[in-house]
């Protein structure tokens, strides 16, 4: 006889979807087994469709429940909430192999009241919830978390092909590395509507970084701190929008005003994420899932238009680096470079001062780089002029800090043998070129999903119970320390740097 398993799992749609390794992990040790799953009724459309999941069960309280369960002749039952009310439900339920999570909650009250740390507190919840499984000789099948688990999507849509979508808009006006990860999803929605037309509305900063692909068709500007800006910029960009004629939008933004521009736009189907701000105006509403990378995120959203959701074999390069103009030739040999130097680029700026590691640092390195046989080259923003000047100075490093545009930046990508880099958009760009990248962490973390994406390369970060303190950074330290970039050494970011060159893939 088959088992028949209950999952219980109670909570928010976080902790719901971190369950999904959980179902992988029974079917591939059972797969004949009926897995069932008990959540609350605002969560059910997130598991439905899932692949190892056979039957969502609505939680309307526990009397309901109780019959229900008594009713269902299961063999196994699995409480992932921890609490009073599951841990009396599987008590009173009357399934003979029961197994349940460790919350750790006493470790968790004692950190947040008297800040005292325990070993437990360290592991993912991801990882408790299958140490679960022990209990039953059921071993991990994997911990990754993957946008392509989610088959059918909040509120009821399910997922369907491309139903004749011809003039497709992307709505991607967010900051440089968003637009950058992007870029997969446009050659996926190629890939899944042959022959539709891809336009993307994008700020005038980032226009280049659509124009010079082969997967958008169309670059449309966005001017939001110009003629779109405000209440009357918002309509006239919708009403620019809906003389095109789109048939569907597409939306990785996750702003109000994205979905509101495709609503206002008269756009009939509009896919972004649950998690979007404009959430309501969407007719596609895809799970966002933190711990996956933003590229696999944005992959996501094909799914419901037929595209395959899992990343692809070369998924990382998505940005071919163009010849070196005779222009950033002749910056690059007015900085000190020249044609046969082996160069290594270096990005000390960020939009944020905690994403910015030390000045100093970064001077100490570029002297090591030179010793090693690179000439470091620095690049960033106009904003940062005067930060590449005074690591130039103390390096000798080739400056071309606010001396080069996209394009440029994009041509030096096929110069590089390394780029090191502060979480910032050159960090994906130089990624998806294909060239190694260390990356220093510090008020961000790789669970944000914005690391460099693919193998090989490098994150260096300290280990700290303050980090993340934001999604974006901050203008300075909350705590006043500043210990996620102090405590990161030139030692440690030169030793990623041999890493990254020598091709391993593990974090440093």
């Not at 006889?1 to 999904?20: A, P, Y």
């Not at 979480?423 to 961000?444: K, Q």
């Amino acid at each position: 006889m088959s088992s028949k398993i209950l999952v219980v799992r109670l909570s928010s749609l976080g902790d719901v979807v971190l369950t999904g390794p959980v179902y992988k992990s029974l079917k591939a040790h059972w797969p004949d087994a009926r897995v069932s799953v008990l959540v609350k009724p605002a969560f059910a459309p997130v598991l439905a469709g899932h692949p190892g999941v056979d039957e969502v069960i609505a939680y309307r309280g526990l009397r309901d429940a109780l019959a229900r369960v008594r009713a269902g002749g299961f063999t196994h039952l699995l409480d992932l909430h921890g609490n009073l009310r599951s841990r009396l439900l599987a008590a009173l339920s009357g399934v003979p192999e029961r197994a349940s999570y460790r919350k750790d909650a006493l470790a968790r009250r004692l950190f947040v009241a008297f800040g005292r740390p325990s070993p437990s507190l360290q592991r993912h919840t991801v990882d408790r919830y299958l140490e679960a499984l022990a209990a039953w000789g059921v071993p991990p099948a994997e911990a990754a978390l993957s946008p392509a688990d989610w088959g059918r999507l909040p509120g009821g849509a399910v997922p369907a092909g491309p139903g004749g979508a011809r003039r497709v808009l992307v709505l991607q006006t967010s900051f440089l590395g968003d637009s950058l990860l992007t870029l997969p999803l446009l050659r996926r929605l190629k890939e899944s509507l042959p022959g539709a037309r891809v336009s993307v509305l994008t700020l005038p900063k980032n226009a280049e970084v659509f124009r010079g692909s082969r997967w958008a068709d169309e670059v449309i500007l966005d001017d939001k701190r110009g003629r779109h800006a405000g209440l009357g910029g918002l309509r006239r960009i919708a009403a620019e929008l809906r003389e095109r004629g789109f048939d569907l939008a597409v939306i990785p933004h996750r702003s109000l005003r994205s979905a509101l521009v495709a609503r206002l736009a008269g756009i009939p189907r509009r896919v972004g994420f649950a998690s979007s701000a404009g959430r309501f105006l969407l007719t596609d509403a895809v799970p966002f899932a933190w711990l996956t990378h933003d590229l696999e995120r944005n992959l996501a959203l094909a799914r419901p238009l037929g595209g395959a959701a899992a990343p692809a074999s070369g998924e990382a390069r998505y940005v071919v680096p163009p010849p070196v103009s005779a222009g950033l030739a002749a910056k690059l040999a007015a900085a000190g470079a020249g044609p046969a130097d082996r160069l290594a680029g270096v990005h000390p700026g960020a939009a944020w001062a905690t994403k910015r590691w030390l000045p100093e640092r970064y001077a100490e390195l570029c002297r090591r780089l030179k010793a090693s046989g690179l000439v470091p080259v620095l690049v960033g923003g106009p904003g940062d002029a005067a930060l590449g000047a005074e690591i130039a100075r103390a390096s000798g490093a080739a400056d071309l800090v606010g001396k080069t545009d996209l394009l440029e930046l994009k041509e030096l990508m096929g110069r590089l043998s390394l780029f090191v880099t502060n979480d910032s958009g050159p960090m994906h760009l130089a990624a998806a070129a294909g060239v190694p990248v260390v990356a220093i962490f510090g008020a961000t973390t790789r669970e944000l999903g914005f690391f460099p994406y693919g193998a090989g390369h490098q994150v260096v970060e300290a280990e700290l119970a303050c980090r993340p303190c934001g999604l974006h950074g901050a203008r300075a330290c909350p705590e006043g320390h500043f210990l996620c970039m102090r405590l990161l050494t030139t030692d440690r970011v030169e030793a990623a740097c041999r890493a990254a060159l020598a091709g391993r893939g593990a974090a440093a």
